[in-house]
C-alpha cells in the first residue's frame, strides 16, 4: 500500500472522457412492505421503499443492451466500428461461461475487431470495467470503448438483503475528452481482501457476514477511495456539485456522504436506492447517470463504487458543454425510474424464478 | 495465606473490533495493566476466556498471550467457567499469590466474538448450558434466560417494561466511560419498543456481542504500597455452583451459586451486604440483575426488580448498580467481562470513576456469573488507606 495517493491515483496520458451514457432499469416494482409482510408479519422495518424488479423476459444480457443503445444514442454518431472493447461487469451475467459481452457488442455493431469480457467484481464490477476503458481510450489502443455495469440481483429468500436486491444499470462509451460530454479528472481505487460478502460456484444466492458488511467494509473502502481522491487532487467536498456512492440501501450512502461532508443536496439526484433497491454492480453507475441527466457544463461529479471482497473505486468527473444537446437524446434515469408497475410478493417469486421445483 | 492486592489494571474500549485479533486484544489490555503497576516481570499469567476455541479458531492462550507479550517462559494457563471465565481466572491467580506460590502474577480476561456470523456465536454461547438437557433441545442461550425473565413476571407479577430501569442504569453510566461500547442513554420509551430479540427479552434486555480484554497485576499486599500508589485490597474471593440446567435447580427463580459465593465473600471480608458501596452485577440479561441482587443480599425474593424500580441503583442510590455501564452498556465480551468489572470496581475505589464515582467507595464488589447461574465468582475489593 501506497502512503503517496499523488502516486496512487490513476490518470491515462491523454484525457478522456464519457461520449454518451444510457440506464436500464425494469419496470416492475416490489414494495419493501411486500417483503415485510410475508417474512416478519410486517413489523421490522424496511430499509427502501420499493426495489425494481426484471421482467420474465429480462436479464443481464438484455437490459445491458437497453442501455448501451441509450449511450450510443447520446454519443451521436459513433462509428461503432471504433468501439474496440464492450465490458459487462454483473453478478448476475446470465451464463456461467459464455460472454454477455459479445452479445451486446454485436447488437451495437462493436463486432468484430473488439475486445469483449465480462467483469466480476460484485458490486463494483461496473466501475472496474469503466477504470479499464479510460486506461484503454487514455493509452491509445482503442477510440472508443464500452463499460457496462448491470445485474439482476439475487438474494435469499427472507435475507436482509431481499428487501433491496433489485434490477438496472448503467452503459458508458468512453472516448477522447474533446468529445466527451464528462472529462475524467482523475481516479483512485482502494482494494483489500475483505470477505464481507459472496456467492460461491454453484450457489444460488449470495451470503454475506451481518454487520460486518459496514464499517470495516463498505465505509473503509468508500472513505478511503473518496479521500484518496480528494487529497490527490486538491479537492473538498465543497468542490463538487454532487457525489453518487455505492447505494446497498438509502443509509449506507447518506452516511458516507455525511461523514465525508457532503450535504443532501449534493447527494440527492444520484440516490436512486429507495426508489429502484440497490442494483449491485449498476449502483452507484445508474446514480451517475441520473447526476449526468441533470447536470450543467462546468459541473464537477465524485463517484465512489463499492464491491463486496472489497473494494472502492473513485472518480471525479467535470462536465463540459456538450452534456446540454446528449442529455435529451435518450430516456433519462428517472423516465425509467418513474415508468413503475407493482408486483406483489408472489408474482416477483415468479418473475425472478425463485420457486424451483 | 497472604493478603493480596491489585497494583495495576488496564483495559481496552469494548466494540466491535474488526481490524484486531485475539492476541492483539490480549496485549493492549496486559500491556496497559503492567504500564500501570509499573512492574517488569511477573511469575505467572492467567488468562480467562471462553470461546477462543470456537470463536476465534485458537486455544492454548496462556502461552499465547504470554510470549506475545513479552513474558516468554512465565506460567501461563487459560481458565474457564463460560461467562465466569474472567473472574476465575483472578481467583487462580488470587490463588497463587495468597498461597505465597508467586509474588506478581497478570490476570488477563479476552474474547473475540465478533470474527462469526451471529449463529455460529449463538450456537457458541449456548456451551455456557448445560448440552444434553438444555442445548440440545434447541435452547439458545438467550432462551433460557427468556424463560427465567418469563417465570420471574409470572411468579411476582411484573411486566416487561417493569425491567427498563436497569438498561437505563447502564447506559447512562456507560455515557462516562470511554471504554464503553455504547456510550449513549436510552428511555423508557425506547425501551418498550425495543426490537423483540427471543421474548420477552428485547434488544435493550440483552448485552451485546462483542470483543474486549481487561486485565490486573496482583502483588501480595505487603509489597504492593512499594510498588504502587493506589494498591486495591482483594478482600474476598469465591466461587459457588450450582447445576447447569435450570429444571435442575432446587428454585429456578434463585441463583443458588450466587448466594454461596455471595456468602463465602462475606465471610472472607468480614462485612456483609450493608458494607458494600457499589455493585458491579452481571447483567447479561436484564433477568439477571434482578436474579443477582436477590443472590446477593440486597433484596428480598422477587424484591430485586423494585430496588431499580425504586431509583436505588443509580451512583447516589443505595446501592450502586453497573456503575460504568455493566455488561449491558459496558459490553459483554464473556471471558473479558468479569475482568472489566474488577478493572471498574478498582477505578472506583481509587476515585478516578469521574462523573460515576460513588462518593467515598471504600469497599465495592463485583459478580461475574457463568452459564445461567452455574458458576457465580464473587470478589469484593478494598481500598487501602
Redesign the interface.
Given at each position: 500500500m501506497t502512503d503517496n495517493n499523488d502516486c496512487a491515483m490513476l490518470k491515462p496520458d491523454r484525457d478522456v472522457g464519457i461520449v454518451g451514457y444510457g440506464a436500464y432499469v425494469p419496470r416492475y416494482r416490489l414494495p419493501a412492505i411486500e417483503v415485510e409482510r410475508i417474512w416478519t408479519d410486517g413489523k421490522?422495518g424496511t430499509p427502501i421503499k420499493e426495489k425494481s424488479v426484471p421482467g420474465l423476459d429480462e436479464d443481464v444480457a438484455t437490459m445491458s443492451i437497453e442501455a448501451a443503445r441509450n449511450a450510443m444514442a447520446r454519443a451521436g454518431g459513433v462509428n461503432p466500428a471504433l468501439i474496440r472493447a464492450v465490458w459487462v461487469g454483473s453478478e448476475s451475467h446470465p451464463y456461467a461461461v459464455k460472454p454477455t459481452s459479445t452479445i451486446v457488442a454485436e447488437t451495437i455493431g462493436a463486432t468484430p475487431h473488439t475486445q469483449a469480457a465480462d467483469w466480476e467484481f460484485a458490486c463494483k464490477a461496473g466501475t472496474e470495467a469503466l477504470q479499464a476503458a479510460i486506461g484503454f481510450v487514455g493509452s491509445g489502443m482503442a477510440r472508443y470503448a464500452m463499460a457496462i455495469g448491470m445485474d439482476t440481483a439475487q438474494a435469499r429468500p427472507g435475507d436482509a438483503l431481499e428487501y433491496t436486491a433489485g434490477a438496472g444499470g448503467a452503459a458508458y462509451l468512453v472516448g477522447p475528452a474533446d468529445e466527451a460530454l464528462s472529462v475524467f479528472e482523475g481516479s483512485f481505487s482502494y482494494v483489500t481482501d475483505t470477505p464481507d460478502f459472496w456467492r460461491r460456484a454453484h450457489q444460488h444466492y449470495p451470503s454475506h457476514?451481518?454487520?460486518?458488511t459496514g464499517?470495516?467494509a463498505y465505509f473503509k473502502h468508500s472513505l478511503g477511495a473518496a479521500r484518496g481522491l480528494m487529497e490527490a487532487l486538491g479537492t473538498k467536498p465543497a468542490d463538487y456539485t454532487y457525489a453518487v456512492f455505492h447505494q446497498p440501501n438509502a443509509k449506507f450512502p447518506q452516511s458516507a456522504a455525511k461523514q465525508l461532508g457532503f450535504s443532501r443536496e449534493q447527494i440527492g439526484p444520484g440516490l436512486l436506492a429507495n426508489d429502484i433497491g440497490n442494483t449491485y454492480a449498476g449502483s452507484s453507475i445508474i446514480g451517475l447517470s441520473a447526476v449526468l441527466d441533470v447536470a450543467a457544463p462546468g459541473d464537477r461529479v465524485l463517484l465512489v463504487s463499492y464491491g463486496s471482497g472489497a473494494g472502492s473505486d473513485a472518480f471525479s468527473l467535470r462536465v463540459t458543454k456538450a452534456i446540454l444537446e446528449r442529455q435529451k437524446r435518450a430516456p433519462q434515469t428517472q423516465d425509467y425510474v418513474a415508468r413503475r408497475k407493482e408486483v406483489d410478493y408472489g408474482t416477483y417469486v415468479r418473475f425472478v424464478r425463485k420457486l424451483r421445483v | 495465606m497472604r493478603d493480596v492486592a491489585i497494583i495495576g489494571v488496564g483495559q481496552i474500549e469494548v466494540g466491535?473490533h474488526?481490524?484486531t485479533s485475539l492476541r492483539h486484544l490480549s496485549l493492549g489490555a496486559v500491556q496497559a495493566a503492567i504500564a500501570d503497576a509499573g512492574v517488569a516481570q511477573a511469575d505467572a499469567l492467567y488468562v480467562g476466556n471462553m470461546l477462543s476455541g470456537e470463536l476465534a479458531g485458537q486455544e492454548h492462550l496462556g502461552a499465547l498471550v504470554a510470549d506475545f507479550a513479552g513474558l516468554r517462559g512465565i506460567e501461563a494457563v487459560k481458565i474457564e467457567a463460560a461467562c465466569g471465565s474472567g473472574a476465575a481466572a483472578l481467583r487462580m491467580g488470587y490463588v497463587a499469590v495468597a498461597g505465597g506460590l508467586a509474588d506478581v502474577v497478570i490476570v488477563a480476561g479476552v474474547e473475540k466474538m465478533?470474527d462469526l456470523?451471529?449463529h455460529d456465536t449463538t450456537a457458541a454461547l449456548a456451551l455456557a448450558a448445560d448440552g444434553e438437557y438444555e442445548a440440545f433441545l434447541g435452547l439458545s442461550f438467550v432462551a433460557v434466560n427468556a424463560l427465567l425473565m418469563r417465570r420471574y413476571m409470572h411468579e411476582y407479577g411484573y411486566s416487561r417494561q417493569d425491567f427498563a430501569p436497569f438498561a437505563i442504569n447502564a447506559h447512562k453510566n456507560a455515557v462516562n466511560n470511554p471504554y464503553a461500547m455504547f456510550g449513549f442513554p436510552v428511555t423508557a420509551e425506547r425501551f418498550a419498543s425495543a426490537?423483540m430479540i427471543c421474548d420477552p427479552i428485547s434488544l435493550l434486555d440483552s448485552s451485546p456481542i462483542c470483543d474486549g480484554a481487561a486485565a490486573v497485576v496482583l502483588a501480595p499486599a505487603d509489597m504492593a504500597r512499594s510498588l504502587s500508589a493506589a494498591p486495591v485490597r482483594i478482600a474476598a474471593s469465591a466461587i459457588g455452583t450450582d447445576s447447569l440446567a435450570v429444571h435442575d435447580r432446587r428454585d429456578p427463580m434463585v441463583l443458588d451459586g450466587a448466594i454461596i459465593s455471595t456468602r463465602r465473600a462475606y465471610e472472607q471480608a468480614g462485612v456483609g451486604p450493608e458494607d458494600i458501596y457499589l455493585f458491579e452485577l452481571h447483567d447479561a440479561f436484564s433477568v439477571m440483575a434482578a436474579l443477582s441482587l436477590e443472590g446477593a443480599g440486597f433484596a428480598e425474593k422477587g424484591q430485586g426488580l423494585r430496588l431499580a424500580l425504586d431509583g436505588e441503583i443509580g451512583i447516589d442510590g443505595r446501592i450502586p448498580v453497573n456503575t460504568m455501564g455493566g455488561l449491558k452498556a459496558r459490553g459483554h465480551p464473556v471471558g473479558a467481562t468479569g475482568m472489566y468489572q474488577i478493572v471498574e470496581v478498582v477505578q472506583q475505589l481509587r476515585g478516578l470513576a469521574g462523573q460515576n464515582q460513588v462518593k467515598d467507595a471504600r469497599l465495592g464488589m463485583a459478580q461475574n456469573i457463568g452459564g445461567s447461574g452455574a458458576t457465580v465468582v464473587t470478589h469484593i475489593l478494598e481500598r487501602m488507606e
Open positions: 421490522g457476514g451481518g454487520r460486518f464499517e470495516p | 466491535e474488526w481490524d465478533t456470523l451471529g426490537k
